[in-house]
């Protein structure tokens, strides 16, 4: 069975600190997909980034870099002078790869980041 | 383009009755799933269906269900409702099944009273 662990439950910065979100997670799988998706009071699930069990390349977009290492099964996600905006709940999922069965998406409990002023 | 769009936005059902969500996805996706989201277990998965046809289903009693059509737009009925119900539930469609990133809408909130 798949699972995803993100052991912060709440985050509490202040603007312009940087942060790190852990996420681990379990599967027996060789192939995968790793994502984060950001969820705004509005309750959309933002996504961010995508990572498959192949590349363990970290990747930096803008504020936002990623750090896959999978001889710890973990996918940390760091925000760089985070701002007020970056305020939200962080969720990080796995999914597995079956073509013909379909996917699904296993959740992490999430992390609730709050950036204040 | 246009997103995932779920109908309608908030819900408010009594107990024992049923209800039906609907969710039309990104144009050309033929993936769509269905995500129940509570405070105590968090989102879990529900189905998933791919050209009409269920590919996938979560650990959910019978009472939930789900179809699509050939338009690819979706939906979930939930009969005899429960006060457990009460939920967000989000919709997701992809392009291709996990290879790509899901597109998530922005959800009914469902409450049960």
């Known amino acids: 069975a798949q699972k995803v662990t993100q052991a912060q439950t709440e985050i509490s910065v202040v603007e312009k600190e940087d942060v790190t979100l852990d996420c681990v997670y379990e599967t027996r799988d060789t192939t995968y997909y790793l994502f984060w998706y950001k969820q705004p009071p509005s309750g959309e699930l933002v996504f961010l980034i995508r990572?498959?069990?192949?590349?363990?390349q970290n990747e930096i977009s803008g504020r936002y870099s990623w750090n896959f290492q999978k001889s710890t099964s973990s996918f940390n996600f760091t925000i760089t002078a985070s701002q007020v905006v970056d305020s939200a709940v962080y969720f990080c999922?796995?999914?597995?790869?079956?073509?013909?069965?379909?996917?699904?998406?296993?959740f992490g409990e999430g992390t609730q980041l709050t950036v204040n002023p | 383009k246009a997103g995932v769009t779920q109908t309608p936005r908030y819900l408010i059902k009594t107990r024992g009755q049923q209800v039906t969500l609907s969710c039309s996805p990104i144009?050309?996706?033929?993936?769509v799933s269905w995500y129940q989201q509570t405070p105590g277990q968090g989102l879990q998965f529900l189905f998933e269906?791919?050209?009409?046809?269920?590919?996938n289903k979560g650990n959910f009693p019978g009472r939930f269900s789900g179809r699509q059509f050939s338009n690819s737009r979706s939906e979930m009925n939930v009969s005899t409702l429960e006060l457990g119900d009460s939920a967000l539930y989000l919709c997701?469609?992809?392009?291709?099944?996990?290879?790509?990133?899901?597109?998530f809408g922005s959800g009914t909130r469902l409450t049960v009273v």
């Open positions: 269906y791919f050209s009409e046809t269920q590919r």
């Open positions: 997701a469609s992809s392009l291709e099944p996990a290879r790509y990133g899901y597109t």
């Open positions: 999922a796995l999914s597995e790869v079956q073509e013909t069965s379909g996917s699904r998406l296993t």
């Open positions: 144009s050309g996706h033929r993936s």
């Open positions: 990572r498959n069990s192949f590349d363990e």
